[in-house]
């Protein structure tokens, strides 16, 4: 593997790379194929969305030089709610239990996107952006909580690899979904 420097996105450049890399990776973008077999990301961000996501809980970004492999997008419920997908998501997380507790009386942070360039699938991207995710939160939350579309079995893979668990299903926008948790307590 070439020399993957894992930051968090700290420039401007830093949030257009990562809405690059967003555009081409978004379902609609791919063959149906490729989007089964590659994986692919389903909520679209404006760079404005992103900046206030970013300013909030700063993305975690994988760059080879100054390009970005890869990244994981951080977002509290204060921002994520003016979001029509991930408000749907905060507002089923609100509703869950986990280990007998309501999630909406836990402190927990979501991942509004996590995606690795197609050059750099199968390198340990994925994981290496999820330890620093861990390492720069899990000081301020209890949980990492995200959800993946049903139809996205290598991005549930990666996530049940990087530590998460599916804690329930649901179903919006058309899509089923599993709802997926990183306990950082144990």
Same mark, same amino acid.
């Given at each position: 593997?070439?020399?993957? /420097?894992?930051?968090?996105?700290?420039? !401007?450049? &830093?949030?257009?790379? +990562?809405?690059?890399? %967003?555009?081409?990776?978004? *379902?609609?973008?791919?063959?149906?194929?490729?989007?089964?077999?590659?994986?692919?990301?389903?909520?679209?961000?404006?760079?404005?969305?992103?900046?206030?996501?970013?300013?909030?809980?700063?993305?975690?970004?994988?760059?080879?030089?100054?390009?970005?492999?890869?990244?994981?997008?951080?977002?509290?419920?204060?921002?994520?709610?003016?979001?029509?997908?991930?408000?749907?998501?905060?507002?089923?997380?609100?509703? /869950?239990?986990?280990?007998?507790?309501? !999630?909406? &009386?836990?402190?927990? +942070?979501?991942?509004? %996107?996590?995606?690795?360039? *197609?050059?750099?699938?199968?390198?340990?991207?994925?994981?290496?952006?999820?330890?620093?995710?861990?390492?720069?939160?899990?000081?301020?939350?209890?949980?990492?909580?995200?959800?993946?579309?049903?139809?996205?079995?290598?991005?549930?893979?990666?996530?049940?690899?990087?530590?998460?668990?599916?804690?329930?299903?649901?179903?919006?926008?058309?899509?089923?979904?599993?709802?997926?948790?990183?306990?950082?307590?144990?």
């Amino acid at each position: 593997m070439t020399s993957i /420097l894992i930051t968090t996105a700290s420039t !401007l450049s &830093d949030l257009q790379a +990562i809405k690059s890399l %967003q555009e081409k990776n978004m *379902k609609s973008a791919l063959a149906p194929s490729e989007a089964q077999t590659e994986g692919f990301v389903t909520a679209e961000y404006s760079l404005e969305f992103l900046q206030l996501m970013n300013e909030a809980s700063p993305a975690i970004v994988a760059k080879d030089g100054e390009q970005i492999a890869g990244y994981a997008i951080a977002t509290i419920k204060s921002i994520g709610i003016q979001h029509d997908l991930l408000r749907d998501l905060f507002d089923t997380i609100e509703t /869950l239990s986990y280990q007998s507790k309501r !999630l909406g &009386d836990t402190n927990y +942070i979501v991942v509004g %996107q996590l995606c690795v360039a *197609k050059g750099y699938r199968g390198m340990g991207i994925a994981k290496l952006l999820y330890e620093a995710f861990r390492k720069i939160y899990s000081t301020q939350f209890d949980y990492c909580i995200t959800d993946v579309a049903e139809d996205n079995p290598r991005s549930l893979a990666a996530h049940i690899k990087a530590g998460f668990q599916v804690v329930n299903t649901l179903h919006y926008g058309g899509v089923s979904w599993h709802v997926v948790l990183w306990d950082w307590n144990s």
